[in-house]
């Protein structure tokens, strides 16, 4: 598996739980991403992790949001107190290193679905 | 505030047919611009223009950056129904470019 992993591939939970979301990034990718993508509209960049640097939380939507990294690899993006506004495709990518051109590669994606 | 916009938004061509589709950014200290397409979830790395590099061609697919006017075109020649999918532009903003802000995409699809 040369590529980005994510799972689930699909979430459907009630409103007010909480969920974890997981992304394997590709093997010596030292920068990690998570983007949020509502139907129809362009990829929202959440929050960045490169190496062993305080990670960037500057897109999260709010303090329900929040994200790790274990080990520089396996990074989890967990929501609590879902809401129906949350509902959205997750997607995660990695690149190999941070530099200008920023080639990211995508995962499949997480559907969440809050009911 | 650093922003991507596409057009159209949507598309319906029959196959054969050519397809230009248009991106325009505004951003803080240009780096790049990226075109992805979106089949199912995840978005694939079609092309990277930078200052140095205003062109890409990968067979059908070829891909112009303007920066003058700020703008990229990716053209499709003779689509197929292959190439049904969201094209997506992104461009880099913050600090060291890791952010990518995305367009809201142009939905292609093509007709047989």
């Known amino acids: 598996g040369a590529g980005v992993s994510q799972s689930p591939s699909n979430k459907v939970t009630e409103k007010g739980k909480d969920v974890e979301l997981r992304c394997d990034p590709i093997s010596g990718h030292t920068a990690l991403y998570w983007y949020r993508q509502s139907l129809g509209q362009g990829l929202e960049f959440l929050i960045y992790?490169?190496?062993?640097?305080?990670?960037?939380k500057s897109g999260l939507p709010s303090d329900r949001f929040s994200a790790e990294r274990t080990g520089g690899s396996v990074s989890t993006l967990t929501i609590q107190r879902t809401q129906q506004e949350d509902s959205a495709v997750y997607l995660c990518a990695s690149s190999l290193v941070d530099e200008i051109y920023n080639e990211q590669f995508f995962g499949p994606g997480t559907r969440l679905t809050v009911l | 505030e650093d922003k991507v916009v596409q057009s159209p938004l949507s598309l319906v061509v029959h196959e054969g047919d050519t397809v230009t589709l248009n991106c325009s950014y505004e951003v803080t200290n240009f780096r790049s611009l990226l075109w992805y397409k979106q089949e199912k979830k995840a978005p694939t790395f079609l092309f990277m223009l930078?200052?140095?590099?205003i062109e890409k061609k990968s067979g059908r697919l070829s891909s112009i950056l303007d920066k003058k006017e700020l703008s990229s075109i990716l053209n499709i020649t003779a689509t197929q129904t292959g190439d049904s999918a969201i094209y997506l532009c992104?461009?880099?903003?913050?600090?060291?470019?890791?952010?990518?802000?995305f367009g809201a995409g142009t939905i292609l699809r093509v007709k047989s």
């Open positions: 930078t200052s140095s590099g």
């Open positions: 992104a461009v880099p903003k913050g600090e060291y470019g890791n952010k990518l802000v």
């Open positions: 992790f490169q190496g062993n640097s305080a990670p960037d």
